[in-house]
C-alpha cells in the first residue's frame, strides 16, 4: 500500500522528465523499504515462534496470534512463503543494495590528480579525501538517499545497519525465547556492530554518529538486563 504512493507520483511526472520520475521512484520506493524493514523482519521470523499451550504439552500455538496451531498444515504453507519473503526482502535487499553500490562505484571513472588538487584546496580537505569526495558527489545524485549520510569510504554502511537490524530483530527468535543461547548471541551481535560503529564512526555528521552510538548502547543495555 505504502509503495503506491511513490508509483502514483512517478505515473504523473514521467512525462515531464522520465529520467527525474525514475530517480525519483527509485528514491521513495527504497526510503518505504527501509521505512518498514524492521517490521518485515520481525514479522516474517513471527512465524516460527511457537510455545507449548501449558494445559496440553502436545500443542504449540504461534506466539504472535494463539489462535494458529503450529502443527496445523496450513501454518507449514505459512512457514514456507516466510522463507521465501526472508530471503527476497530481509536479506536480499540489503546484500542487493551492497552489491549494486559496489558495482556503480567500481564503475565511477578514476579522479584525476588535478582534480584532488582543486577539490582539496576548496574544501580543506586532504589529496586522499579529495578523490572520494568527488566520487560521492557523482553517487549522491543518484543513490543519494542510501549513501548521502555516510563518509565516501563507508558507503555500504546503509546495508550493515540493515542486517544488524536482520540480526536483531530476526536471526536471534531461531533460538529458545528467553534462552541463555539467545541473550548470548543477541549481545555479541550488539557488541560486534557498536565496536565496529565506534572504529568506522561512519556518518559525516557528529551529531548523527553520537546519537547512533547512544542508540546502539541503549540496545545493548536493554538485552543486559533481559
Not at 30 to 36: K, P, S, T, Y
Not at 41 to 55: D, E, G, K, M, P
Not at 60 to 86: M, T
Request: glycine letters at 4%; aromatic letters at 12%; charged letters at 15%.
Amino acid at each position: 500500500v505504502m509503495l503506491s504512493v511513490p508509483c502514483t507520483l512517478y505515473v504523473k511526472a514521467r512525462r515531464a522528465n522520465p529520467v527525474a520520475a525514475l530517480t525519483n521512484l527509485t528514491s521513495n520506493a527504497f526510503f518505504v523499504v527501509f521505512f518498514c524493514y524492521p517490521r518485515i523482519c520481525t514479522n516474517s521470523f513471527a512465524v516460527f515462534i511457537c510455545r507449548v499451550v501449558q494445559l496440553d504439552p502436545t500443542v504449540s500455538v504461534l506466539e504472535a496470534d494463539d489462535r494458529v496451531l503450529c502443527q496445523d498444515s496450513d501454518h507449514a504453507i505459512y512457514q514456507y512463503a516466510s522463507i521465501l519473503f526472508i530471503g527476497a526482502v530481509s536479506v536480499g535487499v540489503p546484500l542487493g543494495v551492497a552489491v549494486l553500490l559496489f558495482r556503480e562505484y567500481r564503475r565511477l571513472p578514476a579522479v584525476s590528480q588535478s582534480l584532488k588538487v582543486r577539490v582539496s584546496d576548496a574544501f580543506g580537505i586532504s589529496i586522499e579525501e579529495a578523490g572520494p569526495a568527488v566520487h560521492d558527489v557523482t553517487m549522491g545524485s543518484a543513490y543519494g538517499f542510501l549513501v548521502d549520510a555516510f563518509k565516501p569510504q563507508f558507503y555500504l554502511s546503509e546495508s550493515v545497519d540493515m542486517l544488524r537490524k536482520l540480526c536483531l530483530v530476526g536471526l536471534v527468535v531461531l533460538f529458545d525465547r528467553g534462552s541463555v543461547v539467545q541473550l548470548l548471541a543477541t549481545l555479541c551481535i550488539s557488541i560486534a556492530f557498536m565496536f565496529w560503529h565506534v572504529k568506522a564512526w561512519p556518518y559525516k555528521i557528529d551529531l548523527v554518529r553520537r546519537a547512533s552510538l547512544i542508540a546502539c548502547a541503549h540496545s545493548l543495555t536493554t538485552r543486559c538486563a533481559w
